[in-house]
């Protein structure tokens, strides 16, 4: 016998041939998951070493606002895609593409879809916002018209089970960022941002809240489902506060993204990735002290300043519990930083 498949029938005693490919096939795929296996050891290994690296350089009165990430539960998403996270260190050599110039100084936010005359009030909070976090020019774009996924080849119509009555397409976010925000990028921006009202997914993911492109200085988010009409609901002033908080964080989460910050494994962090609703409401909408650390680095603000603006539009929209954390966090900011408080 001169083959791996003939060696392995003759051991079953005279196995079919398909029953031999059948079993060579699983056989590989118990290898392939052995690799998986070692590999998630290996990162995870990695990742344990980076947080006591990193939790050792940030003093306790730096970090006192903020909670240690702890062990993913089953369901997060860590636990079904384990990252090793990213230092200052890591992030100043590697990954801090995005900077501004004096040709790049503005964040673009790039309406794609139709959105209604309260929507386009929820947009200029949503610049008013980007401008104050990123401490950088924020203007809005004229609206992009979406074509129907089949004839802009851009998406998706989903099966009749799972359609509601608002919602029966989805759009690529991947593809939304390179077959249309990034042949559309301008000239001024140092970030070109979509915002849609229209569900996104990506890949293998039946749905994503947004995507950002490392490299392009593009990304892509979805506010469909932080509103209670996505899910057949009624909407409501406490709902409207919900989705305005929701919209919030996914704008500093994603903008943060093409910037250069990955997800965030330290700290509870607006940089935290989220596998769920449940999950991104849970953690905090604030910055943790290393990912404050990256923003401050890479955009050069005063960050007292920053937190004076950020309290003020948080009270502007009602998030009071967000006004008074933030308000908190400067004191203990200057504190731990050695700075006159009464500045």
Known sequence: ?????????????????STVW??????????????????IAQDQNEAELLKQKVYSSISAEESQ?????????RGDWLAQFPETGQSLELYKTKDSRILTTQKRRRIVLQPLGEFSAEQKLLLEALREYTQVYFQTEARIATSIRLLSPEKSRLGRTLPEEVRTDRYARQYDAIKLVNDLLMKKL????????????EDLYAKDMNYVFGYGSFDQRTGVYSL???????WNEPSDERSKTVALRRAFKVLNHETSHVFGLKHCIFYDCTMNGGNSLEEADATSMHECPVCHQKLLWNLKFDPVSRFKRLKTIYEKHGLKEEAAWVAN???????????????
């Open 22 to 39: 059948k079993l060579a096939a699983v056989y590989i795929m118990l290898l392939a998951s052995a690799d998986s296996v070692v590999l």
């Open 224 to 230: 469909a489902r932080y509103f209670p009409e996505f």
């Open 65 to 73: 606002d903020f909670q240690r990430k702890g062990l993913p539960q």
């Open 329 to 343: 966090r400067s004191e203990n900011w200057q504190q731990a930083n050695g700075q006159d408080r009464a500045k």
């Open 1 to 17: 016998m001169n083959n791996r498949s003939e060696r392995i029938g003759f051991a079953l005693g005279r196995a079919s041939v």
């Open 186 to 197: 301008p000239y001024d921006a140092t970030v070109f941002l979509g915002i849609t009202m």
